[in-house]
């Protein structure tokens, strides 16, 4: 996966429903730790699989200030959710552009690890906003559809401009 891209949209692949992790073996445990890799060089704090064309229910999160606390989430299940919270999202597939989306304040997620340990986690805050990002990714989702009709518009218009002028 060394040469793999993160892919930028509008590709198609970013609308991919992922498919279930049924086997925990190096081969995963080498996807996980390519996906940190694009992940922290790329200087975010969360990717999808989907991310990068896998077709597999697997995203990296680091929200850490430092980046020193990586967590693998593999066939995640957010179970419940509380509250609610604005706050502004970027993805690595919309380089350079950023919109307020309103997520769950809390959430619970049930995942694996890359070992195939079951986790139970509580988020708040950024974790609970990421968790929430990168475990949409897995269906498909992405957070401009969370943006109404309008602001969905011009943020697709920053996207083209910014497309443009690098190209």
Known sequence: MSETKILVYPHKGLRTVAAPVTEFDDALRQKVKDLFAMMYKDEGCGLAAT??????????????????????????????????SLSEEGCLSFPGVYAKVVRAKEITVRYFDEFGQSHTLV????????IQHEAEHLDGILYIDHLSKLKRMMLLKKIEKLQRAAS
């Not at 929200?63 to 606390?69: E, F, L, N």
């Not at 593999?74 to 179970?79: C, G, V, Y």
């Open 51 to 84: 991310q990068v064309g896998l077709s597999a229910r697997i995203f990296v999160m680091d929200v850490s200030p430092q980046q020193d606390q990586p967590r693998c989430f593999i066939n995640p299940e957010i179970i419940s959710k509380v509250g609610e």
């Open 123 to 130: 988020a708040e805050g950024l974790a609970a906003h990421c």
